[in-house]
């Protein structure tokens, strides 16, 4: 379907919505994000360190579908004011990239300050606000320095310290610009993922290192929030949080709501409870599962290591937003009697002895788990309101992968348009979202899927060596969103009646 169809077909269908429901708040920010690995190549320009990712994929190319890496990916690292430019093209109010830790401390300690990495980010922010478009920056997107790695990365509990250091740096340098900022991305996958197969180091200790890794890195964005609350927030009134990967769960059968809450609590609450909830340290209820599934399997320390009372206050209430990232939902219950839980941690947990799945009735995408079931993020923002303390919520990632790489991208602008539909339900039902960047601005390197995988507005040209980027249908109707602040609901009178 073309753009001008999308337009006059969502006109028509308007439903029973009145104008006012229909339209995004003038302060909503629309934007789109990005992530320093995959996108800025320079993997060895001028003074830059090594990351842990770096090694892993240099080391071990057959753990990429495609075998490739970040090496070059989008070039953004040369090609910067492109980027920009198409930040412009969509009319973005606000754009989201990381800041690689390497490329700024190639020690990966704040002893030296590579200057070509600090203009690096001087000239994105920079070009960024002269286009009116606000930063919003990722201190940290999966790219440890290799050096802290090979001290015991993110299971060492030093690396808190080691974390606070550099966000002290990138907040010297940037925070008199820049007003939104997240320490961490997706601790799920950097914990669960790293000490599983997923991700870098993939070390595969999913009884300990993930645990280990999960509290470090709760105490390593405290460290960073309590500093910027200290030292930054009085003179620049920014605004400091992390993001958090979070599929939505619905039970398979009334009877899986109680394992359902758990999945929530395992993949959510380990990463969100601490910081967000009244009273702090870990979700009680998983707690005491995963320390007696430790017990019975021998081992003499609990699975989550405990905090000290200090420790929890540290943690507590470090927010100024949610920062959510959102893309699916699954449907969860519990194993069958002989029947083994799911593997992959998409699929189910050994932990809980639960399969997770697709449900059969929502459509399909390219990829085996990711279904389309846009009212999960309406039922995930509801929740999230209710359960959390939260002001402000921000959606820092939603988006589709395809194996397409043609710019008629259909599925994709169906996804944005009802996914929006059900932010902006969300909005009406009272819950303040104030934000929205799309995952992703451009084709990028999709971790282990490599190139092959594009959830990307612009499409980019990996064979040419200037990278060229170009437009998909997505981005020419996300624009007209962002132009007119509105998008066209269906007349499904169900997905209008939810809560
Ligand atoms: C979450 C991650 O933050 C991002 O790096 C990744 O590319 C997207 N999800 C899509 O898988």
New binding site residues.
């Given amino acids: 379907m073309n753009y001008i169809r999308v337009v006059v077909f969502s006109i028509v269908i308007c439903g029973s919505w009145s104008i006012e429901q229909l339209k995004f708040p003038p302060s909503f920010m629309f934007g789109a994000?990005s992530?320093a690995y995959?996108v800025e190549g320079g993997w060895n320009a001028s003074d830059k360190g090594i990351s842990m990712w770096d090694k892993f994929l240099h080391d071990r190319p057959e753990l990429v579908a495609d075998r490739n890496n970040g090496d070059v990916a989008c070039d953004s690292y040369h090609l910067w004011r492109r980027d920009i430019q198409m930040c412009e093209e969509l009319g973005l109010n606000m754009y989201r990239f990381s800041i690689s830790w390497p490329r700024l401390l190639p020690s990966g300690y704040p002893n030296y300050i590579s200057e070509d990495g600090k203009n690096y980010y001087n000239n994105l922010i920079d070009g960024l606000l002269e286009k009116g478009i606000q930063p919003l920056v990722t201190i940290y997107?999966?790219d440890l320095p290799l050096s802290l790695q090979d001290l015991g990365g993110w299971a060492n509990p030093l690396v808190a310290d080691w974390f606070a250091d550099y966000a002290e740096v990138v907040f010297s340098l940037y925070a008199d610009r820049v007003k939104y900022w997240l320490t961490l991305?997706?601790p799920y996958?950097q914990c669960d993922g790293g000490y599983g197969t997923e991700a870098a180091p993939f070390l595969q200790d999913a009884m300990l290192g993930r645990y280990l890794c999960n509290k470090n890195v709760l105490l390593a964005h405290a460290k960073a929030y309590r500093l910027y609350e200290e030292l930054y927030r009085d003179k620049y009134h920014g605004k400091v949080s992390l993001?958090t990967?979070f599929f939505w769960f619905k039970p398979s059968a009334p009877e899986d709501q109680e394992v359902t809450d758990l999945t929530i609590d395992h993949w959510q609450g380990r990463y969100a409870h601490a910081i967000f909830s009244k009273e702090g340290g870990w979700p009680r209820k998983l707690q005491k599962l995963l320390n007696d599934n430790a017990k019975k399997e021998g081992y003499s320390h609990p699975r989550l290591p405990p905090f000290t009372p200090e420790e929890i206050e540290l943690v507590r209430g470090t927010f100024d937003f949610y920062a959510l990232?959102h893309?699916t939902t699954r449907r969860v219950r519990r194993v069958r009697l002989g029947e083994p839980p799911g593997k992959w941690f998409f699929d189910g947990s050994d932990e809980l002895n639960t399969i997770m799945f697709k449900d059969p009735t929502w459509p399909n995408t390219s990829i085996h788990w990711f279904a389309l079931y846009p009212q999960g993020l309406r039922e995930q923002l509801n929740w999230l309101n209710s359960t959390y303390d939260v002001k402000e919520i921000i959606i820092t990632?939603n988006?589709v992968?395809s194996l397409d790489p043609g710019l008629v991208d259909t599925q994709r602008i169906e996804y944005y348009r009802s996914y929006l539909e059900q932010v902006l339900l969300a909005i009406n039902d009272g819950i303040n979202v104030t934000g929205y960047t799309a995952?992703?601005l451009m084709d990028?390197f999709?971790?282990l899927?490599g190139y092959i995988?594009k959830?990307g507005l612009y499409a980019v040209d990996f064979s040419q060596p200037n990278r060229t980027r170009t437009p998909r249908e997505s981005a020419r109707c996300y624009s007209s969103v962002i132009r007119t602040r509105m998008i066209h609901p269906t007349q499904d009178s169900t997905k209008l009646n939810y809560v």
């Fill in positions: 994000a992530a995959q997107h999966f991305n997706e996958i993001s990967l990232n893309y990632e988006g992968p995952w992703t990028n999709e971790w899927s995988a959830f």
